[in-house]
């Protein structure tokens, strides 16, 4: 599995390919930036949430596992 960065895209079940915007070492901080909606993306090494911005408007960031 490659490392999940900045700029990737990624396939998720509920927003089909998404942007990372940031890639936190673990789920709290990503959590504390305000990133918290479920993507349910999921795998052995990362998870992604995304983060509200405006109507209409997400952005997303990876969490190490």
Known sequence: MN???KGDYIE???FLKVQIQKVF???ANARKA???QPTHYDN???GIFGKHIGV????FAAYEK
């Open 12 to 14: 998720t079940p509920r």
């Open 25 to 27: 070492k673990s789920e």
């Open 44 to 46: 052995y090494m990362y």
């Open 3 to 5: 490392r999940i960065k």
């Open 56 to 59: 209409n408007r997400m952005i």
């Open 34 to 36: 305000g990133y918290y």
